[in-house]
């Protein structure tokens, strides 16, 4: 019988094999998870009590401060919602059946952790109080309060460690599921998490947008896809970081000095220090653009900057908004709205694609039938000959080399469509001419057809050494 029992089992898991590694799945996602939560839950228990401990002493020392909006009193208190507040401790270890992967899990892990380091940091350096009275409550809300108040004291306020956990635990459990209406209740649960913070009386208002950066923060740290920004890029230019980070100081400040309303200053403030950090450390990789669209962190925390650009790049180019035949089937222009490329789709009657080079700025929606690639650079930087970062004039060839194979008009553009899209161009030319003296002929014909481009030295020179590689081997963009 127990043979019999081992052939049907056998058969079972022939006939269905996701069975078989769901069940795989599930059992490594469970055995890391439990790993990952017997190191994060008493890390925290440990870090977040300490930091309490430490406002607390202060307090009684010389007084801890409070950044509380007067119109914060009209804020009611709701018992029920301390439920919902609760529930983020049960959602936290839950998420981890959620990862489907070792890298999944590690991820998740590694954006917790980072999430605890830096709001117990913060609250360490700038230790706040909450300063509402809460009065005492009675059944099973009240003895959830109590239960609360039994290890939390006032303070450990901004960032909100609690809202920064919920990002990354709705991220996770909004990812991993397939259903829209599962989705519809997960939002909507973690929007009333969010919302307890306030109606149980535990952070005042300015803790919420403060946790809300952290988590996504966390996120962008430990992208779901391409490499995290704490890795090195070969592409950086310190001049132009410093530059950014002085703007996010002068953002900085001027929050500080307007208080109240003005503090939302530091969103423009964070977004330009992490431009910075992208010119200095993680290159273009940082914006986390695919697809041409950027991460939902990349999007909101950089969303500022992402404006400013874009309105610069509309005033610039507010004259010369179409893009211009440089060589047969290649048009040079600004990066266009969604409107605009179908209208200029239209009149080509056949296969278009857009090439986007912009890091910054994401691309736009495009008619069914067109086709899109995109080699993500850092604005006001010379595209590079070759890199392993994979952001250079060779790989450009190579993909819009496999563009041209569709047969498709290609709109190669950049935020104004006059400096990394046109030395992809001028490299195209060179390319398509074969001969190594050809670039000064390249840049010409490039400025003839759009007069207002800017091909510095620095960029001619990277294309020359483009040439060099290229004429060396005429295979390499084929391969």
């Not at 990002?167 to 939002?187: D, E, P």
């Not at 908004?321 to 040079?332: D, E, F, N, R």
């Not at 278009?352 to 850092?378: I, K, Y």
């Not at 490039?446 to 005429?474: K, T, Y």
């Amino acid at each position: 019988m127990g043979n019999f029992q081992r052939v049907a089992r056998a058969a079972s898991e022939e006939m269905n094999p996701s069975s078989v590694a769901d069940a795989h799945w599930l059992r490594n996602a469970f055995r890391r998870g439990v790993l990952w939560l017997l190191f994060l839950g008493p890390f925290f228990f440990l870090t977040y009590g300490q930091a309490n401990q430490h406002a607390a002493r202060m307090d009684a020392a010389s007084g801890v401060g409070s950044l509380v909006f007067g119109w914060e009193q009209s804020i009611p208190l709701w018992p029920w919602t301390i439920i919902p507040y609760w529930s983020i401790d049960l959602l936290y270890g839950f998420a981890f059946l959620c990862c489907r992967d070792k890298a999944a899990t590690n991820r998740l892990a590694f954006r917790l952790l980072s999430a605890q380091l830096i709001c117990v940091t913060c609250f360490f350096l700038w230790p706040l109080r909450f300063t509402f009275e809460r009065p005492a409550m009675e059944g099973v809300s009240g003895a959830l309060f109590d239960m609360l108040t039994s290890f939390d004291l006032p303070f450990n306020q901004a960032p909100s460690l609690h809202i920064a956990l919920l990002v990354i635990v709705w991220r996770q459990f909004a990812t991993f599921a397939t259903l829209r209406a599962v989705r519809g209740v997960i939002h909507a649960w973690a929007l009333l998490i969010g919302l307890s913070v306030l109606t149980t009386w535990q952070h005042h208002f300015i803790d919420v947008p403060t946790g809300l950066a952290v988590g996504l923060l966390c996120l962008w740290l430990w992208p779901e896809q391409g490499r995290t920004p704490l890795k090195k890029s070969e592409v950086r230019r310190p001049a132009l970081a410093l530059r950014y980070f002085l703007g996010a100081a002068l953002f900085f400040v001027s929050a500080i000095a307007l208080g109240g309303v003005g503090l939302f200053l530091c969103w423009p403030a964070l977004s330009l220090a992490l431009v910075a950090f992208n010119y200095a450390w993680a290159g273009a990789a940082g914006f986390q653009k695919q697809g041409g669209q950027h991460s939902l962190a990349a999007k909101w925390l950089f969303a500022p900057y992402t404006l400013a650009a874009w309105i610069n790049s509309r005033l610039w180019t507010r004259r010369y908004p179409a893009p211009t035949l440089v060589s047969k089937g290649i048009w040079l222009g600004r990066l266009p709205t969604a409107r605009e490329f179908a209208a200029w789709a239209k009149q080509r009657n056949g296969k278009v694609a857009l090439f986007d080079l912009t890091a910054e700025l994401p691309a736009p929606d495009l008619p069914a039938g067109a086709a899109f690639d995109g080699m993500p650079c850092l604005d006001l930087v010379p595209v590079s000959a070759s890199s392993r970062s994979g952001s250079n004039l060779l790989e450009a060839m190579r993909r819009l080399t496999a563009l041209k194979y569709g047969d498709c008009e290609i709109w190669v553009a950049c935020a104004l469509g006059v400096s990394r899209s046109a030395s992809v161009v001028v490299a195209w030319l060179c390319s398509a001419s074969k001969e190594t003296g050809s670039v000064q002929d390249a840049v010409e014909q490039v400025r003839l057809a759009r007069p207002h481009v800017v091909i510095g030295q620095n960029s001619i020179m990277c294309i020359e050494e483009f040439c060099r590689r290229l004429f060396r081997n005429d295979n390499q963009i084929a391969g």
